[in-house]
Structure formats: structure tokens, C-alpha cells
């Protein structure tokens, strides 16, 4: 049950590592086109910025995960370098139960706002409804669930190791 789970974790954050590394390098393009269109066609096109501004949004929230999974988001590094292995696994505990339920209130916010976002139109591209904007909240609270209780199963410590 462990080795599965953890197999579809390792799944689960490699694929949303991967949008959120597609979402910087449609943020990047757009932002190039963006200068060419400005500065040398002297025609500018607004909707990059909104677009911009959508895929560094999704690039956050799938990021995030990532950071969860390998113990890097939410550190307690002298309580954990000064205790006993026992009172370690009880702040492992502690630090992911509560980014848990932080976690908990971004998914449930953000569908809500998601929801209520569907009338909305974005400014600059009037076909798209704001539900895609704000469906990065709960989609990547989804995403980080999975790498929270993953490193909880199996604990990664990168940040210490890079501390000195």
C-alpha cells in the first residue's frame, strides 16, 4: 500500500512539476512576444499580460507540490536538528497537519472562488471565463495533499542538506 502510493505520487508531482515548468515557459514566450509586439511592431497585444499573469499563477500552484513533497515549504529546522528522532516525528507530524489544513482552506476557498468566477469574464479576452484562473487554487491544494502526506510516508530533508 505504501510502495503504491508513493509510485502515484512520484507520478502526481512530476506531472504537476511539469505543467508548472510548461507554465514558466509559456509565461517567457508570451513575455518575449509581448516586448517584440511593443517595441519593434510598435502594436502591443494586451492579452499577453492577463495570459502572463494566468500561467504564473498555475506555475505556483503546481509548483508548490514539488517544494511539499521534497520538505522544503514549511521548515522547522532548529527544532528538528535539536530533538530526539522521536520528538522528529512528531513535528513532521505537527508541520503536516498544518499545512494540511492550510491546504484544506486553499482547495475549499478556491473552488468557491472558482465557482462564483465563471460569470466573470477576463479583461482582455472576453471568451475566456476567470473559473480558469482560479481553478489553479484548488487543483494544485489537490496536488500538494498528495505530496504532504508522500513526504510524510517517506520524508525528504533537501533544505537541510543545503544548510549549513
Same mark, same amino acid.
Given at each position: 500500500?505504501?510502495?503504491?502510493?508513493?509510485?502515484?505520487?512520484r507520478?502526481?508531482?512530476?506531472?504537476?512539476?511539469?505543467?508548472?515548468?510548461?507554465?514558466?515557459?509559456?509565461?517567457?514566450?508570451l513575455?518575449?512576444?509581448?516586448?517584440? %509586439?511593443?517595441?519593434?511592431?510598435?502594436?502591443?497585444?494586451?492579452?499577453? $499580460?492577463?495570459? #502572463? +499573469?494566468?500561467?504564473?499563477?498555475?506555475?505556483?500552484?503546481?509548483?508548490?507540490?514539488?517544494?511539499?513533497? +521534497?520538505?522544503?515549504?514549511?521548515?522547522?529546522?532548529v @527544532?528538528?536538528?535539536?530533538?530526539?528522532?522521536?520528538? +522528529?516525528r512528531?513535528?513532521?507530524w505537527?508541520?503536516s497537519l498544518a499545512a494540511?489544513t492550510?491546504?484544506?482552506?486553499?482547495?475549499?476557498?478556491?473552488?468557491?472562488y472558482?465557482?462564483?468566477? +465563471?460569470?466573470q469574464t477576463?479583461?482582455?479576452? $472576453?471568451? #475566456?471565463?476567470?473559473?480558469?484562473?482560479? @481553478?489553479?487554487?484548488?487543483?494544485?491544494?489537490?496536488?500538494?495533499?498528495?505530496?504532504?502526506?508522500?513526504?510524510?510516508?517517506?520524508?525528504?530533508r %533537501?533544505? @537541510?542538506?543545503?544548510a549549513?
Amino acid at each position: 500500500m505504501k510502495k503504491t502510493f508513493l509510485e502515484v505520487e512520484r507520478f502526481c508531482t512530476g506531472f504537476a512539476m511539469a505543467v508548472a515548468c510548461a507554465m514558466l515557459a509559456v509565461a517567457a514566450c508570451l513575455g518575449l512576444f509581448q516586448i517584440i %509586439m511593443r517595441f519593434i511592431v510598435e502594436a502591443p497585444a494586451e492579452w499577453t $499580460e492577463v495570459l #502572463i +499573469r494566468f500561467s504564473l499563477i498555475w506555475m505556483v500552484f503546481m509548483g508548490i507540490p514539488a517544494a511539499f513533497r +521534497r520538505g522544503a515549504m514549511v521548515s522547522v529546522d532548529v @527544532l528538528y536538528r535539536w530533538s530526539p528522532p522521536k520528538m +522528529r516525528r512528531v513535528l513532521d507530524w505537527l508541520v503536516s497537519l498544518a499545512a494540511l489544513t492550510l491546504v484544506a482552506v486553499i482547495i475549499w476557498w478556491g473552488w468557491d472562488y472558482a465557482q462564483r468566477g +465563471r460569470v466573470q469574464t477576463v479583461i482582455g479576452l $472576453e471568451g #475566456i471565463s476567470m473559473f480558469w484562473a482560479y @481553478l489553479a487554487l484548488p487543483v494544485g491544494g489537490v496536488f500538494s495533499v498528495i505530496g504532504i502526506v508522500g513526504n510524510l510516508i517517506d520524508p525528504q530533508r %533537501m533544505e @537541510l542538506e543545503t544548510a549549513q
